[in-house]
């Protein structure tokens, strides 16, 4: 096990952003101080060793691409209706940075904040942040602690939140997968299971509209394993508002304990991936709106050179008390882990 610190660069305000990685000597996981944001993933392929996250090798680019790649979002990740929510009677304006929603916290949500470490180790890294009360429009501080463990065969990433007064809560990890690796191109021909037998459907815009819908004989079923592609391109008018897969999947667990979420893998250098969590859903991106801009090692990426797995709380759940809802409470902090195992075939 062991640890290396490095500068990877500065911010455009000049802040130093650091990087830390954590290798076993068969799984490396790289993660930087702004937005605890996963830079990159290598584990065991069949002919050697693959990087299967998609990532930037400077600063800049995570300051002025979009995306969110590898980042921890929050305060609430995914989309809130109006960007306005009411909460004990009051109403709260956010700002709406995706058509006429809120998206993953605004426009200076986690993403874009330098976490302090706190802790670190051969094995684990811990880092904090404060977000004061008002911070994005969200009422209440919030004290935020994020813990990177590196395992045998992957790593998990967990986090706790405490806050002074009730306010909405249910960040994400916003990474996206290639696991033939990344910058080899597509992922639509990448095979994936979900532990999950409905979803959510969602508006025009993106918004679930309450219902809970099976996915049994849908373009949505992905209960037994089959490549990302098979069905993006279907005539089912969900697949038309985000131009493939952006959905939320109800997962088969109960809230608060590890249960499965998905199961990933690349014929082209057998790498599987399988995810647990505490969550109780699961967003499915494939990158759909990914542009055409250089990552790491000069790759280029574009549509669909990625596939999000995000951990989450339903979207919207604030507008939908039929949903579990994210709400943070004083002196009833929040705990959620998610977990992710890497084999070879």
């Given amino acids: 096990m062991a640890l290396k610190q490095e500068l990877f660069g500065r911010t455009a305000a000049g ?14 996981v790289a993660v930087l101080d702004r937005g605890v944001t996963l830079q990159s993933v290598t584990v065991p392929g069949r002919e050697g060793p693959v990087d299967v996250l998609l990532g930037y090798d ?14 921890f979002v929050g305060r609430v990740a995914n989309r809130i209706a109006g960007g306005r929510f009411c909460l004990a009677g009051a109403e709260y304006a956010l700002a709406c940075n995706n058509g006429p929603n809120h998206l993953h916290g605004g426009l200076d949500g986690f993403d874009r904040r330098l976490f302090t470490l706190t802790e670190e180790g051969p094995e684990h890294l811990a880092f904090v942040l404060e977000s004061e009360a008002g911070d994005q429009g969200y009422p209440g501080a919030v004290h935020v602690e994020v813990r990177l463990q590196l395992l045998e065969d992957g790593f998990s990433l967990a986090w706790k939140a405490e806050a002074d007064e009730p306010t909405l809560f249910g960040p994400s990890c916003h990474a996206y997968w290639n696991l033939a690796g990344q910058g080899s191109g597509g992922v639509l021909d990448q095979q994936l299971k979900l532990f999950a037998a409905a979803y959510t459907p969602v508006d025009a815009t993106l918004i679930p509209t309450g219902e809970v819908r099976g996915v049994a004989g849908t373009p949505f079923d992905f209960t037994a394993a089959k490549p990302l592609g098979r069905e993006i391109a279907a005539p089912d008018p969900q697949l038309g508002f985000g131009g493939g897969y952006d959905h939320n999947f109800v997962l088969q667990g109960e809230t608060g304990v590890p249960h499965p979420c998905a199961e990933a893998y690349s014929p082209a250098t057998g790498v599987c991936m399988r995810m647990d969590t505490t969550l109780p859903g699961v967003q499915l991106y494939t990158g759909n709106c990914l542009e055409e801009v250089q990552g790491k090692g000069g790759a280029a990426y574009g549509r669909h050179s990625g596939f999000c797995l995000e951990p989450q ?33």
Avoid: M
Wanted: hydrophobic fraction near 35%; charged fraction near 25%; glycine fraction near 4%.
């Fill in 15 to 28: 802040a130093p952003v650091r990087r830390y990685t954590l290798t076993n000597g068969r799984v490396a």
């Fill in 58 to 71: 400077d600063v800049r680019s995570y300051e002025e691409n979009d995306g969110y790649l590898g980042a």
């Fill in 313 to 345: 709380y339903f979207p919207d759940a604030v507008h939908h008390p039929e949903f579990e809802q994210n709400l943070l409470l004083p002196a009833k902090p929040q705990r959620h882990v998610t977990t992710w195992r890497f084999s070879v075939e």
